[in-house]
């Protein structure tokens, strides 16, 4: 399977704390992006990264990109209780006419 | 922002029927759509990409005629679901993309085959 992982499976912080889920994958990319899921809806899209950037950052959202390590990971500050969701990392990799390749997920839970 | 939407939201049918589901893009141009199938606590699986006016392409293990796919302009694509059985039931997602390369995704459908 090219399927990525993404640890933690599950995550449970504070409000105000920081969350920090990191994702890797097998294959060489163009670019990889991380979605939102809110418990059986569609995917909300967070942010893109390209293959020859390695940080990017979008309101409270941070997301660094290592292609030596094939590794990612995304970076929420001052979590809120509205962020609790599932957190997708997705690959569109090299060669693939922009079919995109999902992680494992990360459960986030945000307590008050 | 990219708006796509999907219809129905959810949908309850007997086994042996057959069952369409519509994803559409609201305010872009869809040159690609993406259907995906998600089960419970599971991550996204992509089931076919297809392109407007050519042939949807499955992926490995996707029954081509028991999932129809129809892509018949830059705004509509359709899934079929033909002679649904229990163990089709699922979460079915569309995405679209246009000229960039973000993946736009609807709502999703819940499909429920008693």
């Known amino acids: 399977s090219q399927q990525g992982e993404e640890d933690p499976q599950a995550l449970s912080i504070q409000e105000g704390e920081n969350a920090t889920m990191n994702c890797s994958y097998k294959?060489?990319?163009?670019?990889l992006q991380w979605y939102r899921q809110n418990s059986g809806r569609g995917l909300v899209h967070l942010i893109l990264?390209?293959?020859?950037?390695r940080e990017k950052h979008s309101g409270r959202l941070r997301v660094t990109l290592d292609t030596s390590k094939k590794s990612s990971s995304l970076l929420i500050t001052a979590s809120r209780a509205a962020d609790t969701a599932s957190y997708f990392c997705?690959?569109?990799?090299?060669?693939?006419?922009?079919?995109?390749?999902f992680g494992t997920g990360t459960r986030l839970q945000v307590t008050l | 922002g990219a708006v796509v939407s999907q219809h129905p939201s959810w949908v309850i049918c007997k086994s042996g029927t057959s069952v369409k589901i519509e994803c559409r893009s609201l305010d872009f141009q869809a040159t690609t759509m993406f259907w995906y199938r998600q089960f419970p606590k599971q991550s996204l699986m992509l089931m076919a990409t297809s392109n407007e006016g050519s042939k949807a392409t499955y992926e490995q293990g996707v029954e081509k005629d028991k999932f129809l796919i129809n892509h018949a302009s830059l705004t509509l694509s359709t899934l079929t679901v033909t002679s649904a059985h229990p163990e089709d039931s699922s979460f079915y997602i569309c995405s679209a993309k246009g000229f960039t390369d973000t993946q736009y995704f609807g709502p999703g459908t819940r499909l429920t085959v008693l």
């Open positions: 997705a690959t569109d990799a090299t060669g693939t006419a922009s079919k995109l390749t």
């Open positions: 294959t060489s990319i163009n670019n």
């Open positions: 990264i390209r293959s020859n950037e």
